[in-house]
């Protein structure tokens, strides 16, 4: 499932994210809100504070890069609790994909009715946690902001508010995401790709009714029962 339903972003897939951003929320040159969650678990033995987090519990963190839909484009699971997100953000395959340019982005373009201003590259927009680059914007900081800076903080707010969204529809429709998770943190990472994963899928009920077609025809084409005895001895307890 991850294949299909979190493949790796292609120029395509960027250009259908960036025209996503501009018609639902009015952000030109988008590829994504990107934030990060903590995920409470029960503290591993003898991991000291690694995993303990700036809200005085013990986590993982999920990195997300979300589409307008909110759809997950790009994950990460399992950082150490008390670690950034800035720092998730430094040291993810994201991360060093673009600061390298190796994820295949597509090239600046004009913004919609500002052709004038010439060429602009295609952004991330995430909050102050995250470090200012020229595929990564984040609010102006400050109270004192020109009206023309005010707007901007108020556009790139609502396209990142989309990440957050995302994040309340996994723990709404997975709850043992609201509650500490008593398991290792490597179950723990299963667990929250998972969810991340059959987020994706219940967002497209169409391909999910092909994928239960596809799976009930593969069902058909299984050998009967009835032709399989001779196996049976294997997986099933003798009867004294």
């Keep these: 499932m991850m294949e299909r339903f979190l493949p790796r972003p292609t120029i395509e897939t960027w250009e259908e994210v960036s025209q996503g951003f501009w018609e639902r929320w009015n952000f030109p040159n988008c590829l994504g809100s990107i934030d990060g969650k ?23 963190v999920l990195l997300a890069l979300v589409d307008s839909n909110y759809r997950f484009r790009v994950i990460q699971v399992g950082d150490f609790g008390r670690t950034s997100d800035g720092g998730v953000y430094a040291g993810s395959a994201l991360g060093r994909g673009m600061e390298t340019k190796t994820f295949h982005v597509p090239p600046s373009t004009s913004l919609p009715g500002a052709a004038h201003l010439g060429d602009v590259p295609h952004v991330m927009v995430g909050d102050a946690a995250f470090p200012l680059k020229p595929y990564l914007m984040r609010p102006y900081p400050g109270q004192n902001l020109t009206h023309q800076k005010r707007i901007f903080n108020y556009r790139l707010s609502r396209a990142r508010m989309v990440v957050d969204n995302a994040f309340g529809i996994v723990s709404s429709r997975w709850r043992i995401l609201h509650r500490r998770i008593n398991l290792h943190p490597q179950n723990v990472d299963t667990l929250v790709f998972a969810a991340c994963i059959l987020h994706n899928f219940l967002l497209f009920p169409r391909e999910n009714v ?22 049976r001895a294997l997986r099933e307890r003798p009867v004294m």
């Design 210 to 231: 092909r994928l239960l077609e596809e799976a009930e025809q593969q069902g058909r084409n299984l050998p009967s029962v009835r032709h399989m005895g001779g196996n």
């Design 38 to 60: 903590h995920v409470t678990i029960q503290a591993p033995a003898l991991s000291g504070s690694q995993y303990f987090n700036y809200k005085k519990t013990f986590s993982i």
